[in-house]
């Protein structure tokens, strides 16, 4: 399943970069994080609880950023199990465009789910998943913004 959105952050393209390569930052945005840790270069692992329909799950798995280009895109990407609720995979090309003083953040995300979690239906995974990204970037964009204004 692919969604897109597309959101205006008020700071330079490059302070936008920043916090989007910053672990604390990804911590206070991706919803039901409990944990977020750097294993090197561009790699974190990180436990996240989630409410998925009538299931409470907890994913631990890994996050990675690839395709970097400094400071116009990447691509962040996640893997987790939630143990015998199943598994997700997903991910999201980010790009950054400068407008004015401000920056024009546009996503686009693509999941995939298996296990006990696949079999509540594409409808509640489709909108469970447009709201996780919302609530994401919803979130990354107020922090930033606060950032920039404190």
């Not at 920043?18 to 911590?27: A, G, M, T, V, Y």
């Not at 991910?91 to 401000?102: F, K, M, P, Y």
């Not at 709201?131 to 990354?140: V, Y």
Request: glycine fraction near 12%; charged fraction near 25%; include cysteine.
């Amino acid at each position: 399943m692919d969604l897109s959105g597309e959101y205006r952050i008020p700071a330079s393209r490059e302070r936008v970069w920043e916090f989007l390569n910053d672990p604390d930052i990804l911590k206070q945005c991706i919803p039901g994080c409990e944990a977020i840790a750097k294993d090197g270069d561009d790699k974190f692992s990180a436990t996240v609880v989630l409410r998925i329909g009538p299931m409470k799950v907890r994913f631990t798995g890994n996050v990675s950023l690839t395709d970097k280009v400094y400071p116009e895109s990447y691509r962040i990407s996640g893997e987790g199990s939630g143990g015998i609720a199943g598994h997700a995979k997903g991910g999201a090309n980010v790009r950054l465009t400068q407008d004015g003083s401000e920056t024009i953040l546009n996503y686009s995300v693509d999941t995939h789910i298996g296990g006990k979690i696949a079999q509540l239906g594409s409808r509640l995974i489709s909108s469970t998943s447009k709201k996780l990204a919302d609530q994401f970037f919803g979130k990354f964009t107020e922090v930033a913004s606060q950032s920039v204004s404190a």
